[in-house]
């Protein structure tokens, strides 16, 4: 059946001459059909650099709304169009505007897990990849607003000492990641390293022996000389590094003692059926308007600069 599925959504994207780019957060069999994988820094970058005429987004909508602002020619499809994103949620774009006026002196950095109206509103976008190494490059008085996730800011600020001002937003797979839970993996694994995704709390990254993007903690593990992780983040980066790293171990941080997952429900929505249909049928496209294309590209453009 699934040989079908992948046999038949093979046939599609020849025929319409389409490509599919995966997060890391998908499903392994999403992974493995995708014709790029990567965190969300890499996916932007790739679909800059697209020619084929249709990109099957498999990730969230504020991934694929990227896609389209970088490449606005190319028919951005994405396989469930309710797959959003509780950190985006978290910053609605009029009360983002409102709260800007308070901080007309600053500059806004935005996390790219935003709406593009949100990208709008700000002077660069940044990705848990290069969030730290633009700040950086900013001068060190320069006033900064950063949005929408807390976590990350905190972490840019304890990092670069700088007090930017942040928007009181978070992801809830990261947020919910307990100091507790971590505690007691650690203490029933003494020998495996916690390596962390920067959205976590900052008593999680405290402990932490490595914090990074998706892509970042899928590259420590390749070149560590550690064998075992407890992994911070959502559960399917594990798929990587396991393919990378197979003789070694991870476990990744359970929601709670019940469960052994934390999934993100939104990139979780993606299935190969839905990618099949919405090649078949072209649906889910996304559609931006041209002015919110031409605002938005700018952050985007800076983040591509500086990155
Ligand atoms: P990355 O940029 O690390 O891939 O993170 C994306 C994301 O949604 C994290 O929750
Ligand atoms: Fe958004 Fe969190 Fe899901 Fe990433 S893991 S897409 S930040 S809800």
Redesign the pocket.
């Known amino acids: 059946m699934k040989k079908n599925i992948i046999n038949n959504i093979n046939r599609l994207k020849t025929e319409k001459n389409a490509v599919i780019l995966a997060h890391y ?1 998908q499903i392994p069999e999403i992974q493995e059909l995708a014709d790029f994988v990567g965190d969300s820094l890499a996916l932007a970058q790739a679909a800059v650099k697209i020619e084929a005429d249709i990109i099957v987004f498999a990730g ?1 909508h504020f991934m694929a709304e990227t896609a389209k602002i970088l490449n606005p020619n190319k028919k951005v499809l994405i396989p469930d169009m309710n797959a959003g ?4 949620d978290s910053c609605p774009a009029d009360e983002f505007e409102l709260f800007l006026k308070d901080y007309k002196d600053h500059i806004v950095l935005t996390y790219v ?1 935003a709406s593009a109206r949100v990208k709008t509103l700000s002077d660069i976008i940044v990705t848990s990849s290069n969030a730290l190494k633009i700040v950086e490059q900013l001068p060190e008085n320069e006033k900064i607003v950063f949005a929408p996730d807390r976590n990350l800011g905190s972490y840019i600020n304890a990092k670069t000492g700088r007090n930017m001002v942040l928007w009181n937003g978070s ?4 947020d919910q990641l307990s100091i507790e839970n971590v505690i007691n993996l650690k203490l029933k694994n003494p020998d495996f390293k916690l390596i962390a995704h920067p ?1 976590c709390k900052s008593p999680v990254l405290e402990l932490a022996d490595f914090i990074g993007s998706t892509q970042a903690l899928l590259n420590y593990t390749k070149t560590d000389a550690s064998q075992k992780y407890i992994v911070a983040t ?1 559960g399917g980066i594990i798929h990587q590094m396991q393919k990378a790293s197979p003789q070694k171990e991870f476990i990744v941080v359970p929601v709670d003692e019940n469960c052994n997952c934390n999934d ?1 429900i ?2 979780k929505m993606n299935t190969l059926e839905k990618i099949e249909q919405v090649l078949e049928t072209e649906s889910n496209e996304i559609f931006l308007d041209d002015q919110i294309i031409s605002a938005a590209i700018k952050p985007l453009k800076r983040m591509l600069e500086m990155s």
């Open positions: 957060y969230v994103c509780s950190l985006a897990n992801c809830h797979v990261h959205e959502e993100c939104y990139m």
